[in-house]
């Protein structure tokens, strides 16, 4: 119940869109790029070998928002045990193929439903057209996926040796171009790099040139704390600026936190829908319940509930009825220990301190679910 002004309205600027097609019976095919909305995905930290492991974290990933998965082939084991796994995931699989061409026709033929390449690292012409052909036949996309730490040495040397934006933007264009005179135009692209800034203007500087869905992403952002607060000033002001047709978060952390994050940041522009969002006070003196416990409280009680709700926990009244009467549902702290339950912007009902949590998990429980 969040009014909706103007300058919310975040228009993604247009690039062509491909599909990932499911390869399963489980998951559905995924539209990335054009129209589509911007698109939440994370890689499987397990080893690929690993059938069951990595099932399971690509199923908690996916229940959590994950639409599309990412899987390491490293080595012949790997692609072999991706058969497996694309046949019982709940989303579809890309596969990360890098230094050896034959792990990515490997992965064509277990039925990736997109493969991820460093040009950089791929090898010569021959193997990436021989990767591109098999590609084609079994249409599958290809990611081109530039990083700011294997950028090819001819273009690091033009540069000075300096993995400068135009040097990123340089190598994405000049392997994209390869892949279409094989024919291809399924492609998607990335510029990744760990520092903040150089990863915006690389990526501000690619959207110029081409017309392909960009894939964002603060490559090694660091651990969970640091790499959420740097992928999200990075990633947040592409999105704001139209850019970006899917992201994922890279932390050193398991991956249901990146999802967590993606959709975080989605939520907060209001480019996803998807959760529970909580709008809460820091709490001071004037407080009427412990506002940080209070939080904690309700988010474990409903964080299962998938549909958009937004849920106001505000310990007085200075802003409390205000933001209660925007919200889904809307708390506001009282003095007499009744405390005041919005539903939909009108009073609801009250409860004591400790009964409140309790009661707004069962009043979402019954509008919400």
């Known amino acids: 119940m969040q009014d909706k002004y103007p300058y919310k309205q975040i228009i993604k600027k247009h690039t062509k869109q ?32 690993d059938v069951n492991a990595t099932i399971e974290q690509i199923q908690r990933c996916a229940e959590l928002g994950a639409e599309v998965m990412r899987v390491s082939v490293p080595d012949r084991e790997s692609t072999m045990a991706l058969t497996e796994i694309i046949k019982k ?17 490997e ?10 390449i460093n040009p950089g690292n791929i090898g010569t012409k021959d193997r990436l057209k021989e990767v591109v052909k098999a590609c084609i036949s079994a249409k599958v996309p290809i990611r081109v996926g530039v990083n700011v730490g294997s950028l090819e040495g001819e273009i690091l040397q033009k540069y000075n040796n300096n993995p400068c934006p135009e040097a ?11 892949i279409e005179d094989c024919g291809h135009d399924l492609i ?13 203007k690389s990526y501000q500087l690619l959207s110029g040139q081409i017309n392909y869905p960009l894939h964002l ?54 480019l996803r829908h998807r959760g529970i969002n909580i709008i809460s006070c820091p709490s001071c003196a004037r407080q009427q319940f412990d506002v940080i416990s209070m939080v904690a409280k309700i988010e474990s ?17 200075v802003n409390g009825i205000g933001e209660a009467t925007r919200s889904h549902i809307g708390i506001t702290g009282a003095q007499s220990g009744q405390h005041l339950i919005y539903l939909h912007g009108k009073p609801y009902d009250k409860a004591k301190t400790e009964d409140l949590a309790q009661k707004v998990a069962e009043i979402v429980n019954a509008n919400f679910s």
């Open 18 to 49: 491909i599909e990932l097609k499911s390869n399963n019976n489980l998951s559905q095919n995924v539209a990335i790029g054009g129209p589509a909305p911007v698109i939440v995905q994370s890689m499987t930290n397990t080893l690929t070998t």
């Open 107 to 116: 992965a064509v033929e277990a039925g990736a439903s997109c493969i991820r």
């Open 188 to 200: 998607k692209v990335s510029v990744k790099a760990s520092d903040v800034m150089l990863m915006v």
């Open 168 to 178: 990123l933007a340089e190598s994405a264009i000049k392997n994209i171009k390869l």
């Open 301 to 317: 009680l409903i964080c299962h509930i998938k549909s958009s709700i937004d849920i106001s926990i505000l310990g007085c009244v």
């Open 89 to 105: 995931s709940p989303v579809p699989i890309i596969a990360d193929v890098h230094f050896h061409y034959k792990r990515a026709l």
């Open 217 to 270: 992403g603060l490559t090694e952002a660091g651990p969970a704390f640091a790499g959420t607060i740097k992928s999200s000033v990075a990633i947040g002001t592409l999105l704001m600026q139209g850019i970006g047709d899917t992201i994922r978060i890279s932390l050193s952390a398991p991956p249901e936190e990146e999802v967590k994050v993606a959709w975080g940041i989605l939520k907060s522009l209001e």
